[in-house]
């Protein structure tokens, strides 16, 4: 069974960085996109950004684009997201997620195969 695992999140100040970590198991993971949302409260699920199998070719949505960085390493199975410059809007929780055998870094949820339980990200002003 195949499994995402996020961890990293927690309470911090506007300003400050963040890093998650998403860990799989039993994935596809080098044929895999990797994307990151978050679902703030009372929102639609964000799309924020993707990065393709190999690692080669990211995309950002406009509303973390200089602030976010995603990673990942092939050779560990994890993907990771470093936010830098945190605001309170940037508060939700947090998602990782695997589009297996996919061409393109594609931003609507439900081309996703998988996803993690999530984790929360807090930042206060």
């Known amino acids: 069974q195949v499994q995402l695992v996020e961890s990293g999140g927690g309470l911090v100040q506007a300003g400050d960085s963040l890093r998650l970590s998403c860990t799989t198991s039993?994935?596809?993971?080098?044929?895999?996109?990797m994307g990151w949302f978050r679902r703030a409260p009372g929102k639609e699920r964000e799309f924020l950004t993707g990065i393709s199998g190999s690692g080669s070719s990211t995309y950002y949505a406009d509303s973390v684009k200089g602030r976010f960085t995603i990673s990942r390493d092939n050779a560990k199975n994890m993907v990771y997201l470093q936010m830098n410059s945190l605001k309170p809007e940037d508060t939700a929780v947090y998602y990782c997620?695997?589009?297996?055998?996919?061409?393109?870094?594609?931003?609507?949820?439900?081309?996703?195969?998988?996803w993690g339980q999530g984790t929360q990200v807090t930042v206060s002003s």
């Open positions: 997620a695997a589009d297996q055998n996919a061409r393109f870094i594609v931003a609507i949820p439900t081309s996703y195969d998988y």
């Open positions: 039993r994935l596809s993971f080098s044929r895999s996109t």
